[in-house]
């Protein structure tokens, strides 16, 4: 069934026109709603069967999400006061998902949010996957595509980017069990691997410096934090045309010990390094 909706998907993906056919208007809008239901999702992450350590990206469901759009016409949804003009549709029904929303805390249709997930006045985009347990605290936003992971904490202020274009582009990853503290910036497709844990003020982008100064020497990365890992905000001198000058980067001070609950609270996971954020 599967790669039939793909089929459909890359042809008219590759022949606009084919997005008047009703075969090719069904297939987009039951892949929107696989997604929102959480039957498929943007990114699988990696097969435990296999020894890469992979996420594999499913342009084609991208190019749905992004066929969507012209299919669908503005239309005006009254909750209460409040008046929203769009074309795409909230999700619905959170007490059967087992999903606590908090006013005004919004989701687009076509997102998945698992039982569990704790919503503060926030916001989720279409595309998007939540898991279970997560919290997406105050004013924090997950982009289009992004996934996050198993017990995540985003904490206020979050800024996860979003991304549909160029489908090829892997959207931003925050696995499981990691704490993204106050007023974070994660785009661009960056991975945050499992039980990292980003003091308030991160930015993170593909180019970033994420410079590991935990040995002798440093180390430099880019595009992703590694397991465990815990970060803080730094710069480092650059020299310019007009002179030297300090750049953004982000610093690995240490790691998650094994032995931190996962429970624990972000300043507790930096209270280890003397850390206060």
């Known amino acids: 069934m599967l790669e039939e909706l793909k089929k459909i998907i890359e042809s008219s993906w590759e022949k606009r026109d084919l997005i008047n056919e009703p075969v090719t208007q069904n297939a987009i809008r039951e892949v929107i ?98 898991d279970s347990g997560t919290m997406v605290d105050t004013w924090a936003t997950v982009g289009s595509c992004a996934q996050i992971g198993k017990n995540v904490h985003l904490s206020g202020g979050v800024g996860v980017g979003g991304v549909l274009e160029p489908v090829q582009a892997s959207p931003v990853i925050i696995e499981d069990n990691c704490f993204i503290g106050s007023r974070c910036i994660v785009v661009e497709g960056v991975r945050i691997e499992k039980e990292a844990v980003l003091g308030a003020n ?64 972000l300043n507790d996971a930096l209270r280890e390094y003397s850390l206060q954020v």
């Open 202 to 265: 991160v930015v993170i982008t593909k180019s970033t410096k994420i410079i590991d100064v935990t040995a002798s020497e440093p180390r430099v990365i880019k595009g992703y934090v590694p397991a465990r890992s815990v970060v803080i905000p730094g710069s480092y001198s650059k020299k310019f045309e007009a002179g030297e000058y300090q750049v953004a980067c982000a610093l690995i001070i240490g790691k998650r010990e094994e032995s931190t609950n996962m429970k624990t609270s």
């Open 33 to 130: 709603e696989m997604l929102d239901k959480g039957k498929i999702r943007v990114a699988d992450p990696p097969d435990e069967r296999e020894a890469k350590d992979v996420w594999k990206v499913n342009e084609w469901i991208k190019k749905a999400v992004i066929l969507y759009f012209p299919l669908q016409g503005m239309e005006t949804t009254t909750v209460g006061p409040f008046e929203f003009h769009d074309k795409i549709a909230l999700k619905k029904n959170y007490k059967d998902l087992g999903v606590r929303v908090v006013p005004h805390a919004i989701a687009r249709y076509g997102s998945y949010i698992a039982s569990g997930v704790i919503m503060m006045p926030s916001y989720i985009n279409i595309g998007a996957y939540v």
